[in-house]
């Protein structure tokens, strides 16, 4: 690595956003020094009068060419403070040890940008976000070993490819089994870490999960888009009269039923519906189906800028179908992990004129909880958004 680190300078409103603690500096934020830069080279950023901002990696071929990482020069030093930071707040939020499976350094919220691992009990599943950070891959292994070990983490490993074709590459330790049971609160669910979406699960809902659980006795729940089944889990432990689970995949499905069984649920007193969610709704609704209880966790509808107003419209359409098939005094679960759709655009799909109905209450607005925190001056980051109405 270079001792002495390269500059490059900022326009005014970049190195405004940046002062205010956003991460990332766009190609137009830039005023000189980016070209000659190397993917994963540390730059000292730099005020258009020339005064210190902090320190970046740079990933000149990306629209976003500099993450910052803070005031401290980027060294092995700082990524193990940084990963002892990280791994410390967990220790307190998990201390008492009955939840095995969260998100131990959430990039840009722990001032580790581009980086995200995940803690699935022994394994650890990393992934990376840009060029720049990649190249410094064997550096952030080595600052993340030691504290890892100290959660009791054997394994670290990284999926790479497209969701359709990924493989597990082993960074460190023994090659984990490809499923593993693991727990939430001391419920325990299966993952699947060679097929299963993200690095396995989504631990962001890990809260929102036992929320649910707390509002599902004796109620007929429906989860839309439930992947493997998390909030039909804590459903049907939480004294649901019986679950339906729809998700266009079948192997997620099929994993859920196995942490129901694995809970010593029945899977045959809950539906589990291998079905495209928009179809399904108004299917259930040519047939007259209601609920007392539905969770709507859509995939992202957005995930450009530029596709929010579909987006928009596409979580109204859904939105307007779900509560068509809530019974009298139900309640809806309605979710959004799309960063471009901010949260009060998000509640507007929500509103009277959305739902088409004008006695729906807005009891809760939650965001994702504190393994994945934010930045005060980073809207993105905010991306969760969950709506509870009744
Ligand atoms: N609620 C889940 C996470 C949902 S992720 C949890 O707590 O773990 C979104 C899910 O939607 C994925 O499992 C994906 O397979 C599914 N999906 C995407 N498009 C769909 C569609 N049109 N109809 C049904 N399911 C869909």
Redo the contacts with the bound molecule.
């Keep these: 690595m270079r001792t002495v680190s390269p500059s490059v300078s900022l326009t005014r409103a970049a190195a405004l956003a940046v002062r205010r603690g956003h991460p990332w500096v766009w190609r137009q934020g830039v005023t000189s020094g980016i070209d000659r830069l190397l993917p994963g080279d540390a730059v000292r950023v730099l005020s258009p009068e020339g005064a210190p901002l902090g320190y970046a990696l740079a990933d000149p071929g990306s629209p976003i060419v500099l993450r910052i990482w803070g005031k401290t020069p980027l060294d092995p030093a700082s990524f193990s403070q940084r990963v002892e930071r990280a791994v410390a707040l967990r220790e307190r939020l998990f201390a008492n040890g009955l939840t095995t499976a969260y998100r131990v350094v959430h990039g840009e919220g722990d001032r580790m940008p581009g980086l995200v691992v995940d803690r699935y009990g022994p394994v650890a599943v990393l992934r990376t976000d840009g060029d720049g950070i990649r190249r410094r891959l064997g550096e952030l292994v080595e600052a993340l070993r030691v504290p890892l070990a100290r959660l009791g983490i054997v394994t670290i490993i990284e999926r790479v490819g497209t969701r359709k074709e990924s493989h597990v590459v082993v960074l460190h330790g023994e090659p984990p089994p490809e499923r593993l049971e693991v727990q939430e609160h001391g419920v325990s669910f299966m993952v699947d870490l060679a097929r299963g ?1 993200k690095t396995g ?2 631990l962001d ?1 890990r809260e929102n ?1 036992v929320r649910v659980g707390a509002l599902a006795a004796e109620k007929r729940v429906l ?6 089944g ?2 039909s889990l804590w459903a049907a432990r939480g004294g649901a009269i019986r679950v339906t689970s ?4 079948a192997e ?1 499905l099929a994993t859920g039923e196995e942490s129901f069984r694995r809970a010593g649920l029945d899977p045959r007193a809950h539906l589990f519906v291998a ?4 179809g ?1 709704l108004s299917d259930a609704k040519r047939r007259g189906l209601s609920w007392d209880l539905i ?1 709507s ?3 992202s509808f957005a995930p450009r800028e530029q596709s929010v107003e579909r987006a928009l419209g596409a979580y109204r359409t859904l939105h307007r179908a779900c509560v068509e098939l809530l019974a009298p005094g139900g309640l809806f679960c309605a ?1 959004s992990c799309s960063s471009h759709v901010n949260a009060e655009a998000f509640v507007t799909t929500l509103d009277d004129a959305a739902l088409g109905r004008d006695d729906l209450r807005l009891l809760e607005l939650i965001g994702a909880p504190a393994d994945h925190p934010t930045l005060p001056g980073w809207p993105e980051g905010r991306y969760l958004k969950f709506a509870i109405l009744g």
């Design positions: 979406q699960a989504f809902q999960r989860n839309l888009f439930s992947y493997t998390g909030f729809v998700d266009l995949s997620a079905a495209e969610a928009f399904f969770v966790d859509p995939p979710a």
